[in-house]
């Protein structure tokens, strides 16, 4: 069945440097997309969305990229920090369209980074 | 302002048990979700409430039940525990039903022995 994937499972960036986490998803209906981060022993939490009529939105430190045509979704991280450690999910709605609200999450990426 | 909570944070059960988990969303939402969490499975939806309402389930068995109070405060149930359910239920809410960003709890994690 379709799903969120994610490229890489672990990513190793040292402080200061810029981030990427890359996302691919197959379900074109899908029209609104979320990063979350998770710490160990904690739930996700919310980093930032994009609905599909958008390409491109920041936030503090972040950026999410939305290429539609290829299915792709990327989190950029701007100077990344020894707490920006954790693992990743991207997560899309694919039938929000149709009034039902559930994620369908990636499997993560473990990002590390390196003092 | 509090975040969503949920409890207990831990719990062992035995196989053939039942278990219920309870969920208190951020004041003023009403909309509350269920998905577990496993190293195999990843995070998987579990239901959607609403108004008191299920509104969505996901692919799971009908040991897996929830309800959702007045005051949006929700509950899951599990019967009759296998092995596999030992997992981290987390709950996560949101204002309504739409493009919100859902807020995550810190899960229960249950272990079946």
């Known amino acids: 069945g379709e799903s969120v994937g994610l490229h890489l499972p672990t990513l190793s960036v040292q402080e200061g440097d810029n981030s990427i986490i890359n996302c691919a998803y197959s379900?074109?209906?899908?029209?609104?997309f979320i990063w979350y981060k998770q710490e160990s022993g904690k739930g996700p939490q919310f980093i930032i969305d994009i609905r599909s009529n958008m390409d491109k939105r920041q936030g503090q430190r972040v950026t999410v990229l939305l290429n539609k045509t290829v299915k792709h979704l990327s989190l950029q991280i701007a100077a990344t920090q020894p707490g920006d450690s954790a693992v990743y999910f991207c997560?899309?709605?694919?039938?929000?369209?149709?009034?039902?609200?559930?994620?369908?999450f990636g499997k993560g990426t473990k990002l590390s980074v390196i003092p | 302002k509090a975040g969503v909570t949920q409890t207990p944070r831990y719990l062992i059960k035995t196989r053939g048990q039942q278990v219920t988990l309870s969920c208190s969303p951020i004041s003023g939402h009403r909309s509350v979700s269920w998905y577990q969490q496993t190293p195999g499975q990843g995070l998987q939806f579990l239901f959607e409430?609403?108004?008191?309402?299920?509104?969505n389930k996901g692919n799971f068995p009908g040991r897996f039940s929830g309800r959702q109070f007045s005051n949006s405060r929700s509950e899951m149930n599990v019967s009759t525990l296998e092995l596999g359910d030992s997992a981290l239920y987390l709950c996560?809410?949101?204002?309504?039903?739409?493009?919100?960003?859902?807020?995550f709890g810190s899960g229960t994690r249950l272990t079946v022995v």
């Open positions: 996560a809410s949101s204002p309504g039903r739409g493009f919100y960003g859902y807020t």
């Open positions: 379900n074109s209906a899908s029209d609104y």
């Open positions: 997560a899309e709605n694919p039938l929000s369209g149709a009034g039902s609200y559930q994620l369908t």
């Open positions: 409430y609403f108004s008191e309402t299920q509104r």
